[in-house]
């Protein structure tokens, strides 16, 4: 397979996208054909999604299935689109030879003759980056891939299935073209960034989704409050959401410190929704209202979408999607806790969508509105910073 850097000069107009390009929020796994308000468009189901493929790296877990697959690669893509699922979600950034690659950390860790180094991704060029950890061409060996735990360890990225490093180009190419793509685009957090700078990344991310995406659906998210307002202003062909901690954590951007600060940049720039972390929706579960008010969408992330029972509380409360770690775990229980009236009959091969049809709860109690009322004055109180 060819890959290739992409140069600025190679995107004439960006206003200028594949006529078959999806604007829809849902995946091919859903009707095909239905037309979604490219003002305001709404998920039609409560979707899965996930992340960085079938869950992060948790390398020093207790829990196997946080080593089980290496994050962010084409195996676990693929491993989480045997499952019912509707979106992965991914992180990219772009090397200095303007190469769209698929890696979360700002650094990449690595150690020759004793000494562990890191270089940011954007300094290294597609073949120096992956010439980092396993290879793919047989009896070449790469160079050691290293990783910071949340306390500051420096340890081997080892997982149970490993596999190499990847670009965006090779992602659209070998994963399930039916799975949904939520493309986060990724900038460090203590960096303040020119426009020209993330005009230049998102050109080179620009080129190879108009390329390659087809009919897959895709969602655009970043924490970057400048980059997300410019992917909406250089495009119109995809949704673009916010990512924010929802006041979890401060930043010195007031844009990212809290959900109503969120609604209003979504608001004023026309993006289409919001990705919460779900302690910031917990706590403060009167913003779902208001978000609803705005139009916009809103999907979650965090540690508690492992859990089945705070996903179907979010469901109870408005939220239209969760990213979670636990995707076998958590479609089962999505699907068994939130199935259509009436089966799921097909004619054709075509479905319905789902948010024509009524929803009811299989395994879990009804709640009245004063019951659900309580729990969400409660649950504040319950979710700690």
């Known amino acids: 397979m060819a890959l290739k850097a992409v140069h600025v000069s190679d995107v004439p107009n960006l206003d200028q996208v594949p006529e078959n390009a999806s604007m829809a929020l849902y995946s091919s796994r859903f009707a095909k054909g239905a037309e979604m308000n490219r003002a305001?468009?709404?998920?039609?189901r409560f979707l899965v999604i996930g992340h960085r493929g079938n869950g992060m790296n948790a390398l020093q877990s207790s829990d196997r299935r946080m080593r089980a697959i290496k994050e962010n690669s084409i195996m676990s893509f693929n491993a989480a689109a045997r499952f019912p699922i509707d979106f992965v979600e991914f992180d990219v950034q772009v090397t200095k030879d303007d190469c769209p690659v698929i890696f979360h950390d700002d650094f990449i860790l690595s150690e020759e003759n004793g000494t562990v180094f890191q270089r940011r991704i954007n300094e290294l060029s597609l073949s120096e980056f992956l010439n980092y950890g396993?290879?793919?061409e047989?009896?070449?060996?790469?160079?050691?891939?290293?990783?910071?735990?949340k306390d500051g360890k420096i340890v081997k990225w080892d997982v149970e299935n490993d596999d190499p490093l990847c670009t965006l180009q090779e992602a659209f190419e070998q994963v399930d073209p039916s799975l949904g793509f939520n493309i986060e685009l990724k900038f460090d957090d203590n960096i303040v960034y020119q426009e020209d700078y993330l005009f230049r990344v998102l050109q080179s991310v620009f080129q190879v989704v108009f390329e390659c995406g087809r009919d897959r659906p895709i969602i655009f998210?970043?924490?970057q409050p400048d980059a997300a307002l410019l992917v909406k202003k250089l495009q119109n062909t995809y949704p673009v959401f916010?990512?924010?901690?929802?006041g979890t954590e401060l930043y010195y951007d007031v844009r990212r410190n809290?959900?109503?600060?969120a609604i209003k940049l979504c608001s004023e720039g026309g993006l289409q929704g919001i990705v919460s972390e779900v302690k910031g929706v917990l706590r403060n579960p009167g913003a779902v209202t208001k978000i609803k008010e705005a139009k916009l969408?809103?999907?979650t992330y965090g540690k508690l979408n492992n859990v089945p029972e705070a996903v179907y509380m979010q469901y109870l409360m408005g939220v239209e999607g969760v990213i979670v770690d636990f995707v076998k775990e958590i479609t089962e229980a999505v699907s068994?806790?939130?199935?259509?009236l009436g089966g799921a009959e097909e004619d054709g091969g075509k479905r319905l969508l789902e948010e024509d049809r009524p929803m009811q709860v299989k395994s879990k109690p009804e709640f009245s509105e004063r019951e659900l009322s309580f729990l969400l004055k409660l649950i504040p109180e319950l979710i700690q910073l």
Request: proline share 12%.
């Open 40 to 44: 305001a468009p709404r998920i039609p």
């Open 134 to 136: 396993p290879q793919r």
């Open 138 to 149: 047989p009896g070449k060996e790469g160079k050691t891939l290293l990783r910071k735990t």
């Open 221 to 223: 998210s970043s924490f």
């Open 242 to 246: 916010f990512l924010t901690n929802g």
């Open 258 to 261: 809290s959900l109503e600060e």
């Open 297 to 299: 969408s809103l999907l």
């Open 336 to 340: 068994d806790m939130i199935k259509p």
